[in-house]
Structure formats: C-alpha cells, structure tokens
Nanobody, 124 residues
C-alpha cells in the first residue's frame, strides 16, 4: 500500500524553526516529484515547495522563498521541509504529496498520493 506520512509539526513562536518530514512506504521515491502543500482554516490549499525526483531542482512559493528549504534523501525514502523565520501566516496543516515525474517539478502538477497532514501553528 502506497503511503506518505508527515511529521514534525507543532507549536512554535514567530521567528522560530521547524523541520517537517515526509516518509514514503510501499514505493520508492526515486521516480517521484514531491510537493509540500498547506491549508489554513477557511483558505484554499496552496503549494509551498516541490523537489524533482533527483533532488536536482526545486520550486518555492513566493511567500516562503528565502525562509523554507526542501530537501530529500532517497536512500531514506524521505523528503524534508526546513522552515525558518516562521510567521503567524504560516499556520496551517502541511501535506506532502507525490507524483510520478522525472525532470523539473511544478506545484501545479496533479499529485497522486497524499499524506494525512501535520499541523504547524506559529503563535506567541
């Protein structure tokens, strides 16, 4: 069974950092682009960042550029999202998702597999 499981969310003060993890089971991530998405209460889901299957390229939403970094360790079947300088507006449920794609990644791809999400709350 193909499954993605996120972890690493929590409560953090503005300016703080968190690292989210997305672990895949039932399939290897080597052939998949991975995206991180988030959804805040009352808002539509938005793309945050994605990494290509090789890890050679990445894209970021303008709202997180310079603060968030996506990385992957295919040997561990894991993708990470390092979030620094967190702001209250980063509060949301964060999801990782996978799509079978080689080459560059795009947040607008139709991602096929989704995790259950992890809550990130930025508040003082």
């Amino acid at each position: 069974q193909l499954q993605l499981v996120e972890s690493g969310g929590g409560l953090v003060q503005p300016g703080g950092s968190l690292r989210l993890s997305c672990v895949a089971s039932g399939f290897t991530l080597d052939y998949y682009a991975i995206g991180w998405f988030r959804q805040a209460p009352g808002k539509e889901r938005e793309g945050v960042s994605c990494t290509s299957s090789s890890g050679g390229s990445a894209n970021y939403a303008d709202s997180v550029k310079g603060r968030f970094t996506i990385s992957r360790d295919n040997a561990k079947n894991t993708v990470y999202l390092q979030m620094n300088s967190l702001k209250p507006e980063d509060t949301a449920i964060y999801y990782c998702a996978a799509v079978y794609k080689f080459g560059r990644c795009l947040l607008r791809y139709k991602y096929d597999y989704w995790g259950q999400g992890t809550q990130v709350t930025v508040s003082s």
